[in-house]
């Protein structure tokens, strides 16, 4: 079982940063953890997800450039830092995690384990 939490949305101009924190708790040991987004009316979307034990990251082609996924195994903690957004990063981002499975899916479905979701809004 793996809880996981998090923390860090709010309100941003267009152009602004946030940097969004998952804090993962009980067996992280081989997990793939990943950023999903679900925008009002919309299916959830794959954002980033890196690997607990090692450095690969992955992803989507929308956010290249502009996101970096990274992981402190001291704090048991996966950050999101968001640079340059856009009204179009507006939607609810949700942490989750799968057990040993690398790449992970970008499809929600590939994972077993998910956060409460929080908010990000980005003004124009």
């Known amino acids: 079982q793996v809880q996981l939490v998090e923390s860090g949305g709010g309100l941003v101009q267009t152009g602004g940063s946030l940097r969004l924190s998952c804090l993962a708790d009980?067996?992280?040991?081989?997990?793939?953890v990943g950023w999903f987004r679900q925008a009002p009316g919309k299916e959830r979307d794959f954002v980033a997800a890196i690997r607990w034990g090692g450095f690969s990251t992955a992803y989507a082609d929308s956010v290249k450039g502009r996101f970096t996924i990274s992981r402190d195994t001291a704090k048991n903690t996966v950050y999101l830092q968001m640079n340059s957004l856009k009204p179009g990063d507006t939607a609810i981002y949700y942490c989750?995690?799968?057990?040993?499975?690398?790449?992970?899916?970008?499809?929600?479905?590939?994972?077993?384990?998910w956060g409460q979701g929080t908010q990000v809004s980005v003004s124009s």
């Open positions: 009980g067996r992280t040991f081989g997990i793939s």
């Open positions: 989750a995690a799968v057990q040993g499975t690398w790449p992970p899916s970008a499809d929600p479905s590939g994972f077993d384990y």
